[in-house]
């Protein structure tokens, strides 16, 4: 693919990052948040499934499958930078049409996480699927491989075994074909050791509130980081608040 290829494009913005200075991806829930972190000048987007299941009016984890696509190919099709999606576990697609729809979409990557309705999923079986995926999507999309020990393990996020299990996983997914690693939760203290021992870039979840902070999570190997739905709920506070004020007038 040429180096003006949207995917291309999108993949390069992972690579060579200087410590300290990682790729933010800001989350778009709709068309008009899109265009507003594009005007702000962020080279690409990462779209939330929660921030997105709010905008719509689903639960976090209910919104159906179709409802997720064509919201994503409303906030493609509203700017003019390198969209990743957020399409949760897959929604029990099959990886070929799976593909095929997040193609549809425009979409130039996408999350795919490891648990299901709270639960792990075997690490193998995952790693076969996104193996499949990658097969299938042939270079064009990003797939950036959630983790979800930390969130779903059952264990203290400190204990050494959930460090040890995110490690195993996350380099079955890399050596599947994973483009990024995304160890959703991890401590900060753990990054430095996940960074060592996953050979692809990670992604690591910041805040919104601290941007000072983001460059910290660089320093200690986040390549990139996303926010979930922080922005999105950010933003409905605001509405919140104006709302209450003009009620209260």
Known sequence: MSTSDPVSVFRAL???R???????LPGPWDAASARTFEE?????????SAGVA??????????????????VARIVRSVSVPVSADIEAGYG?????????????????????????GVLLDPHQQADRLAEVRSFAGGRLFVNARVDTYLRGGRDGTDPETETETIERGRLYAAAGADCVYPITAPPAALPRLAAAIPVPLNINGSPHDPPALRRLGELGAARITFGPLMQQQAMA?????????HSR
């Open 14 to 16: 992972h690579q060579g």
């Open 18 to 24: 200087a410590p300290g200075d990682p790729l933010v």
């Open 40 to 48: 702000a000048g962020f080279p690409a987007l990462a779209t939330p």
């Open 54 to 71: 709010a905008s719509l009016g689903h639960e976090d984890g209910r919104t159906p499958a179709a409802d997720m696509f064509a919201a």
């Open 93 to 117: 697609l099959d990886p070929k049409e799976l593909v095929e729809r997040l193609l549809a979409t425009g979409a130039v990557g996408c999350n795919l996480e490891d648990s299901v309705d």
């Open 238 to 246: 605001a509405v919140r608040d104006m709302a209450g004020k003009l």
